[in-house]
């Protein structure tokens, strides 16, 4: 079953055409890594499917909804994680999951116990009261994901949710986005690290805002006869045109 | 009902960073305050300390005279007293001096021979209003000592005698107050609301509520509430400093003003967020409020009447918001005017309040481009 269908999605603003008549689909339960360079097309791609940006033209459908009808049913049914830092600063650990959860629809008692179960598995028990701005970033990074999966959508979106951690917490950070995964959450994420591309189901490399390449790791790095995800990745990133 | 629930955790959020805000508790208290308690001594009418040079060419019984009448109405400050206008310019081009009076020469001898004689007064119309208020004070300082010098040989004049109703001894802080405290709540209302949204675009934390499906309308609203409930409790604190310090309470219902003030929250509120949901940062919204309130500061009625504006002018203020709140404070403040008297008034601003909130919704996209 596909949790997200594109066909030819086409964003432009005035005449530079940030995506390109992309399509693809999304398996549930995938873990889905969305590559390309800066400037590639990736994000704007990842908020046409949110609803937070209306496409040019093409179809989608997220979740089961249409991307021009159904955008508010198809935010009951995602997570999204922006590239900037969103979760409220100066609202402590606890208000933030409160928030979010209850916005969701989750009642006090459920939102007790996700809380509970939450901080148990980010060892941040502790942390309940502090305010997040207080937090060093992979620990906000790391609660930003909890929150954003707080009430089990169906599919969670990552804009680079790693940028700027340490490689100890990157690694945290993807074991909770396999937990995500074996609860059936699709995993619908974008990043510049290649190592972490190798951790992905399927990968698509977008280039000047057409998908280049769709396919396992393993078969990308087969087709491209290299090594790594990192020279799939350089060979087909250097035809680009655009800069940054 | 899960709309209820979602306002409910929003308006937590609102007043917990609001409450945690490290600056704006503090003002919310501190704004009434002072405002009430500085603006009105400062924004005061009454001509005090007009600087006066005097030519006396005469030096006579009659300047004498003359002169301690003017010192002592306790509107003027003598800083010179000159034989000559040519000496007494320097005054007034140094900024010494606004009003330069000048007795003729042989004043009191051509004053006892032909009956009358002419005085001259030279103004420095830099600062009109001083210069107006000054010389017309002088001249019925004048009138006055003209008065008493006939009264005791000719049939006494016809005497004017003016009452002020509503505010008998034309306190001028009377009629400031209440304007004052209309133009607190359209500041709370108004810039703070303003300020609150496009902080979050800063942030960035809107597109984390703009991906989920809080209706845009019940965003909107947990936006206005806080603002509303400070504003109205800022209206309590103004009232009660207005009593404290000058002994003012309004004659008519307190439950009229808030019920007004009640509503102009709203409007004031709205315009707040549909700036704030046009612009993207918190400068441009700054800009455009202050260039806002500007405006409607200047044609609101505080400082200066409605009425001795040009007719364009006037024109203008039938679309300004705070115009109506200064009159309907003044009304209740100063006549005590019913709910019936200021019903166009409660009318104009519902208007206000539907057409700026309107806009607020629509302005505000969780979907951009």
């Not at chain 2, 505080?302 to 709140?325: C, E, G, K, V």
């Not at chain 2, 404070?329 to 005590?336: E, N, P, S, T, V």
Request: net charge neutral; proline share 3%; with cysteine.
């Amino acid at each position: 079953m596909n949790v997200i269908e594109a066909d030819k999605l086409t964003k432009r603003f005035g005449n530079f055409t940030a995506v390109d008549k992309i399509s693809f689909e999304v398996k549930k339960g995938e873990i889905f890594g969305f590559l390309g360079a800066n400037g590639a097309g990736k994000t704007t791609a990842m908020r046409i499917l949110c609803g937070l940006s209306q496409p040019t033209s093409g179809q989608a459908r997220v979740a089961g909804f249409d991307i021009y009808k159904g955008t508010e049913q198809i935010k009951r049914h995602i997570g999204y994680m922006s590239q900037k830092f969103s979760l409220y600063g100066d609202l402590k650990v606890w208000e933030n999951i409160r928030l979010f959860g209850g916005i969701y629809g989750l009642s006090d008692k459920q939102l007790k116990e996700k809380t509970d179960e939450m901080l148990f598995t980010l060892q941040m028990e502790d942390r309940r009261d502090a305010l997040v701005d207080s937090l060093p970033l992979g620990w906000k990074q790391k609660l930003a994901f909890s929150v954003a999966v707080v009430h089990d959508p169906q599919i969670v979106f990552l804009d680079e949710p790693t940028g700027g951690v340490d490689p100890v917490t990157r690694r945290q950070f993807w074991e909770l986005i396999y937990q995500a995964a074996e609860r059936g959450i699709t995993v619908f994420v974008t990043t510049h690290y290649m190592d972490e591309a190798e951790y992905c189901d399927r990968v698509s490399i977008m280039v000047d805002g057409r998908i280049d390449a769709l396919d396992s790791p393993k078969a990308l790095k087969r087709k491209f006869n290299s090594s790594s995800m990192d020279e799939v990745f350089y060979s087909l990133a250097r035809k680009a045109q655009r800069g940054e | 009902m899960n709309n209820i629930r979602i306002l409910r955790l929003l308006l937590e959020k609102e007043f917990k960073q609001i409450g945690r805000d490290s600056l704006m508790p503090r003002l919310i208290v501190l704004m009434p305050v002072i405002q009430l308690i500085i603006l009105p001594f400062a924004a005061n009418f009454e001509m005090k300390n007009v600087n006066l040079a005097i030519v006396d060419n005469d030096r006579s019984v009659v300047t004498a005279q003359l002169t301690d009448k003017i010192i002592s109405s306790g509107y003027f400050r003598l800083t010179a007293l000159e034989s000559s206008y040519e000496n007494a310019l320097p005054f007034m081009e140094n900024n010494n001096a606004d009003i330069i009076f000048e007795y003729p020469l042989a004043m009191e001898k051509d004053l006892g021979q032909e009956g009358s004689v002419t005085v001259s007064i030279t103004a420095n119309a830099v600062n009109g209003t001083k210069a107006g208020l000054g010389s017309s004070y002088l001249a019925s300082i004048i009138r006055q000592y003209n008065l008493e010098q006939t009264l005791s040989t000719a049939t006494a004049p016809v005497q004017i005698k003016s009452t002020h109703l509503f505010n008998h001894h034309l306190d001028y802080k009377a009629y400031m107050v209440p304007g004052i405290m209309a133009f607190l709540l359209t500041l709370i209302g108004g810039f703070l609301s303003a300020l609150n949204i496009v902080a979050e675009k800063e942030k960035g934390t809107i597109e984390q509520i703009n991906v989920t499906p809080v209706p845009k309308s019940i965003f909107l609203l947990s936006k206005l509430v806080p603002f509303w409930i400070i504003g109205l409790i800022l209206l309590a604190f103004g009232m009660l400093t207005a009593w404290v310090i000058y002994g003012f309470v309004p004659v008519g219902n307190i439950l009229t003003i808030y019920l007004f003030a009640a509503i102009y929250l709203i409007a004031l509120t709205g315009l707040g967020l549909a700036v704030s949901a046009i612009s993207t940062t918190q400068q441009q919204a700054m800009f455009t409020m202050f260039f806002c309130a500007m405006i409607f500061a200047l044609l609101s009625g505080l400082f200066t009447p409605i009425s001795s504006m040009p007719q364009w002018a006037q024109t203008i203020t039938l679309f300004n918001p705070i115009r109506y709140f200064v009159e309907v404070m003044r009304m209740i403040y100063l006549k005590g005017s019913y709910l019936t008297d200021i019903a166009d008034h409660l009318l104009i601003v519902c208007g206000f309040a539907v057409f700026f909130n309107a806009i607020a919704i629509l302005g505000y996209r969780k979907k951009r481009g």
